[in-house]
């Protein structure tokens, strides 16, 4: 491809230009090579564009029109290529090191067979994997999509058709094989339909049931040809469904607990499924973490005041500053990374603002990721938890030591005891204060 | 206790008195000895007063004084056996099997030590005792009350001082052996407090665990003290706190996997707890069905455009009557019950509020046990979804079969078929007209 | 067109059946004819089916593909004319007066310039009349799309672009005269662009002041040239934009009031948009009839577990019954009706899922009118609020009669009284009950 | 009273110590004598403490007992003024310019007549008026407390009880003539029970007639009595009502204008109340500050993840910078002012929580005042804002000059035109990226 056919050409590649930098085309706090506590930033983050938002989609919304004119959607013909070519283009213009697609991102499916699809699909993933080798950019998420397609209107994996749980599982087959070609870090299941819009025509112990089998399938498969990747279920609580099976963190776990998939399966948390499910983005962080499924993460934000799924681009430190905290602290990364699952307001329409979004929020996670480190240096979290918690360390303490072995032995030490027990101080708000002092 | 000393003297036993009565004090559809299905009504719905909203609670809310003035509150002294001859008194009226209780509903803590309260709560279980003989009213859910006394400030099991830890291990062996003494029903555990404000200062991992530990002593001490009831755990996704760990039947169910406790612990699940955590009611109790998990309900409703739990009187038969299917189908309750977990608004004031609501309420579940009975015998949901499913049942089709036994082998099927395959429609429309035709 | 062309030729004239008719295509509660409190049904009702959802949508949502494939949308050519018919087969059919539509589900813009557009419309709005003509299907309302086109990304009153401001106008122009033309009952607003996804760059008073400027022309064009509909503006909070303006009824009031127009303007209430703003439907009805602002009503539900607009068809005879109540005891419609904004399920994708959903809600209105008739033959609601309120009515007592002026002749009173004032029982539970009574 | 008396002896008075304090009794960015824009930072900021969380409240919640062990509070004869004492004494030891208080936070309702708690009140407010004469402290708002009254349980102003209301009116007749000798800056009415739990046994009219009276009334007396500060009604859109009537700004918007009390009437916005509304903090604050009606202000934080007031201690920089960008923009505070209407979480029991808490808020509104400053100085918002409206600016705009007077002109200018309009980039993520470089 000539220089002409380049879609970022004017950008110069992105680079760190430091915190006082006046460039808005350079980063001010991710510093690809600089050492965090003993390994890089890339090492740590693991950055990766997502395709579908960035690259496929139009800006169009259930309620109007396409908005976007992307020069790589422009020639209907070799718009599949094209695609490909900015994406990488793209990735490489920003300098971080993956990419996440799902199979109908890099080809749409207008086949009128499977067979067809996937026989165009495998030139198409051969020239995802000559991008690849050319560029070094690997893939974090490689998923199917299983939730467009008409097909799976009620379901893909829980569909009531056999057949449709076939396609399914043939669209998997699929993918699971490019991303082992692709070494993609992960495997993404995301199950959109596979839930209900009304309990009444639903059986859920069949579906919980097929979901499972459908689960199975896929870790035989990955175990059958070798691949290296993480499978990964990422929660969301609703919608397009009503209800969706993998509704959150906890619910996955009981999930995987009742198949016998825990040590399988980890998990994709969204940080905007975590809010729709009630929950703070930590929280589910954390609960993943506590419960040993925290496998990569897609970065967004909702809108605290929307009920629907917004996707835009992560920017509050405080809150990406104690997922970064949880995440390090946990261990960080093994095959996960962070994927910008985020897209553009439907009128940002300059190429400028895609750009500038990625930026602003690859700084967003480099920034979080220096308080974190503080915050693991100076041990401020840690030391207020073991404050809390230390009477649990005291092993002589009757309760702790195990001594008290059952409620009457607990019951005749409570009852030997002159005065009440009393709650010590949380101490929520001091640090609350404390921890602000990291953040502003 | 003479004549004089009664509460509800002027009120007559509450009867049958069939659809067309026009006594506001006689149930349209509640009769107690109709059989349904093989049950009498009173058989199928275990109907169950709550202690604490209709007897122990005068009226207060955070922002407002006690507004009720019940006779049984007004003489302080002697104000807890009042209250205990208040509330069988008005279970009798109604004619249903059930009260239910914490321990601080029957006797208020103001004790400066734990041995004084159970010395005290001693004579009054006493009191409780011969009030069951006399009356024939079983206790539906007996429950320690872990949340309220200062001391569980910051959690009862959970709580980060292990002396909490056995003061509420201590409350529940208190409550246990009560319970069996009183052949409770069920004993509940609700973690009001076990849950956190803040996850900065929490340590999930820790907090899990004593939950578990909690957890699995009540079950130990049930199984020596030889207790019949069930253990029921009682979700709730937040209120007080801001996260509870108990959030709904799903979280519930990954808890108890983990803890190595299915099978010893089902869950009290409640109309409102439900729709706080995201869920309808009959979501919750499908749920807890599938899993193996349904104990028992706390029937009250919540308020759709409020967040927090309004504890309003059940009345909607469309609701109820799915629930009440969903029940039945599922071989009804063991040795659970519907206990009215519901309290009055706090101007209505009047003793004829609280008369009337659950004389509403009863009839609601008794009418909706009548619709659930339709459901069953025409088979209408059962047929629908037997239809909506029934490819899955066809044992020769090769998904169905095990034929097809990973997923290079669906892959193939599906690249062999000419077509791809086509969603069925759900016809949620349609069943929806048709159930309503059951309800209206 | 002959025969053959006909979209619902298998299915017969939709009569009324009543309330034992065992085909699910006759109505059991809607007798068009039958009179209730002096009018007929459908002079009470005034029925709509509305274009968008059932006509012009192709089954796709933010998610996934069409899944819908309509007869009147295959020949790509000549589809709009189809759909037209289609539309009014399916109305007639139906045996309901009215129909409603956007100028872009009459003709969708696919046009380099607004001149070409209006013109193409025009021979499209030529063939509507036509059929208006022919079949006696009137419009309940007429409304120009302003928010699907890329051009209204940022608005459509609310623009920055002046130009926007302009195209938007035409549009409305164009449609008030066709709203003329066909006699429309009402011409409504709804500004599902016109707010702010971002306050950091949004002017709340110039675009308030636009939105102002622009309801303000549409009023005076309809007085120009004579129109006799109601202009009616349907409040929503939010999606697509996170804020709209025409937030609420309560909001629509103020802007009203800012804006010189009430007594100009009223409003098209739709179920789901109230639940998104944290209101019931009633309190959006109720609220309009005490602001003088009624005019038309979107008849659909949401999901009260999802946070987006769900347009589902409606069917709780209780919420539905209560709405009925406040309309017919508010005087009922004046030009308004009962539109059906409302969506099969992405996969209901038979026809026939589409005629049943339309019966079974025409009937769920027809049954709550009913039901409202007795309401207020009874006068039960209005008994109990004449209670409630009825020392307001005495016009002696000296806080009612005005005899206390100001404050201070209300502090002397109230010093004078030897007790406190009390709180009368609000019997909401009892209130509940009675009116359980006349829904099931 | 001696040194011995005191309540916070042991901290020192608490100053500015910079941002590199150690001292978590220190000010980091508060520096009540710093010129920003023209002002000190004390001018600008107005603080107040709220008496009602932190002198009277106890430490209980719906759910449990008391847990705060206040010196004050302990000995119950003296209480009263024992809790004046520490309330002045603590506000002295911040620094603040101001305390807010109800009538009941002051002193107990426990009277039998009304005239008994006025006569009782004189004395403690002649002790409040001595207090504020020794210790140069204000009063930012004064506020009759309309809502914990068991009489109140169905109203204030709006009570079915006539008596009521004139009880409500004597109480605020009693503090608006208390706030005028306090020279408090604002009354403020908040109408907690204003609202209904129940739409069917309530008169939407008569409530909505009845608080437009009250509301008069209250307005008359301030202009009777010479009294110069201002009235303001607090928006809330619930709790502990279903719906109340004062739901957000528009609505209160609206209501002024009805009852023809604009330009007397502002609002005292609560950052908590706005996000239960749906709305965001700023927005609120915008929406006022549009419609000219922005008074002062409740500086709290909820819960993203609970739908109740839980009423957190500010301390969020980002959502405070935009407010104090919207507040200071527009003027600043005439005789509002920021409020610490936050409360301790429950199980936060030390005297320091309480300290710390304030010193931290304090600092984020300081810390927001000093970004509010560089974004107006840089007119970094200004600028995006008047770029992206500058066409609308251009007065020779035939749309902008007026020259298309109507919708006939506009749609001829349309007509005319040979391209459609085309949206311009909204540069909504640009824009959070460079706000995003003044927070953090």
Redesign the interface.
């Known amino acids: 491809m000539s220089q002409a056919d380049k879609y970022f050409a004017e950008i110069p590649q992105v680079i760190y230009g430091g915190a006082q930098t006046l460039s808005?085309y350079q980063y001010?706090y991710y510093d690809a090579e600089k050492i965090v506590l003993g390994k890089t930033m890339e090492q740590h983050l693991r950055l990766s564009v997502c395709y579908w938002h960035s690259f496929a989609w139009k800006?169009g919304?259930?309620?109007?029109?396409?908005?976007f004119d992307r020069p790589w959607q422009r020639q209907q013909k070799s718009s599949a290529l094209r695609t490909i070519d900015a994406a990488f283009e793209f990735v490489q213009t920003l300098g971080v090191p993956f990419l996440s697609f799902h199979d109908e991102d890099l080809l749409a499916f207008n086949h009128?067979?499977?067979?067809e699809y996937?026989n165009d699909f495998k030139s198409i993933s051969d020239y995802v994997l000559q991008k690849i080798d050319q560029t070094g950019i690997g893939v974090l998420l490689a998923t199917a999509n299983l939730?467009?397609?008409?097909?799976?209107?009620?379901g893909a994996a829980t569909?009531?058709?056999?057949?449709?749980?076939?396609?399914a599982?043939?669209k998997?087959?699929?993918m699971?094989d490019s991303a082992k070609q692709m070494d993609a870090q992960n495997y993404v299941l995301w199950g959109?339909?596979d839930g209900y819009?009304?309990?009444?025509?639903?059986?859920?112990?069949?579906e919980?049931d097929?979901l499972g089998r459908f689960v199975a399938?896929?870790v035989?498969?990955k175990h059958?040809i070798g691949y290296q990747g993480s499978i990964l279920i990422e929660p969301k609580?609703?919608?397009?469904t009503?209800?969706q099976y993998d509704?959150?963190v906890?619910?996955v776990?009981?999930?995987l607990?009742?198949y016998d998939l825990l040590g399988e399966v980890k998990v994709n948390i969204e940080a905007n499924h975590a809010?729709?499910?009630?929950?703070?983005f930590?929280?589910e962080v954390?609960?993943a973490?506590?419960?040993g499924l925290l496998g990569s993460i897609d970065a967004n934000r909702g809108?605290?005041?929307?009920?629907?799924d917004?996707d835009q681009?992560p920017?509050?430190?405080?809150e990406l500053s104690?997922v970064l905290y949880l995440l390090v602290s946990n261990g960080g990364f093994d095959r996960g990374g962070f994927n910008f699952d985020a897209k553009?307001?439907?009128?940002?329409?300059?190429l400028?603002?895609l750009l500038?979004?990625h930026?602003?929020s690859i700084d967003?996670l480099a920034?979080s990721l220096c308080v974190a480190e503080k915050l693991i240096q100076d041990n401020f979290?840690g030391e207020?938890?073991y404050q809390?918690?230390q009477?649990?360390d005291?092993r002589t303490?009757p309760?702790?030591s195990g001594a008290?072995a059952?409620?009457?032995a607990?019951?005749d030490?409570?009852?030997?005891?002159?005065?009440?027990?009393?709650?010590?101080?949380?101490?929520?708000?001091?640090?609350?204060?404390?921890?602000?002092?990291y953040?502003?």
Chains 1, 2, 3, 4 share one sequence.
Do not use: M
């Open positions: 808005a001010r800006g919304d259930t309620f109007g029109a396409n908005t009128a067979t499977a067979r996937f939730f467009s397609h008409a097909a799976f209107g009620a569909s009531p058709n056999p057949d449709v749980f076939a396609f599982a043939a998997v087959k699929n699971l959109g339909r819009n009304q309990l009444l025509n639903t059986s859920l112990p069949r919980l097929q399938l896929t035989e498969h059958k609580p609703c919608e397009p009503k209800h509704y959150d906890a619910t776990y009981g999930f607990a009742k809010t729709l499910a009630g929950h703070s930590a929280h954390a609960y973490a506590a419960l809108d605290p005041q929307n009920g629907w917004t681009f920017n509050d430190i405080s104690h553009l307001r439907r009128d940002s329409t300059d400028s603002d500038v979004a930026i602003a967003a920034k979290i207020a938890i809390r918690y009477a649990w005291q303490h309760v702790v008290l059952d409620l009457d607990l019951y030490h409570v009852c030997s005891s002159p005065h009440l027990p009393v709650s010590v101080s949380g101490k929520q708000e001091i640090l609350e204060a404390g921890y602000s002092r953040i502003w």
